[in-house]
């Protein structure tokens, strides 16, 4: 895998968390790639969340299904598409590159058993593959990783 050189967080950009299988498209898919098209969203709240989403915001990159963990950050390079996958053109889609992998992965696990993020979108729609994320839930995310979880 590559070396993504690590960049600060951006102060003034909208934070996501978008959800993929990893045996369908995971972290290293994207980095071999450089650039992916997240696509394939079939739930109104997740694409009006997509559509929402501006080039330079930044998002949580969590393998789904096999590991339920977050294991690295995304940027949104190019917003406001159409799903190249939908031949009806109704749903929206959103470029995306790998900024960097997380220090540790952050387990559902963790996330449930962390009070200050027991109101996350990813615990209380469970179901939604792209969520919103707070600023302060970001910021505690990312000080996880950095202690392994603690």
């Not at 963990?69 to 190019?78: A, L």
């Amino acid at each position: 895998m590559s070396k993504i050189k690590n960049t600060p967080e951006p102060q003034s950009t909208g934070l996501w968390l978008m959800k993929s299988e990893p045996d369908a498209y995971g972290w290293d898919d994207l980095v071999a790639e450089g650039e992916g098209t997240w696509d394939g969203v079939r739930n109104h709240l997740a694409a009006r969340n997509l559509r929402t989403m501006q080039a330079g915001d930044r998002a949580f990159f969590y393998h789904s299904n096999i590991g339920k963990e977050i294991v690295g950050i995304v940027e949104i390079s190019v917003s406001g598409i159409a799903d190249p996958s939908d031949p009806e053109g109704k749903w929206a889609a959103v470029k995306v590159r790998p900024v960097r992998k997380l220090a540790h992965p952050v387990t559902l696990r963790q996330v449930k058993a962390t009070p200050d993020l027991a109101d996350m979108e990813l615990l209380r729609l469970s179901r939604l593959s792209v969520s919103a994320v707070r600023p302060g839930e970001w910021d505690k995310i990312l000080a996880m990783s950095d202690t392994g979880g603690a």
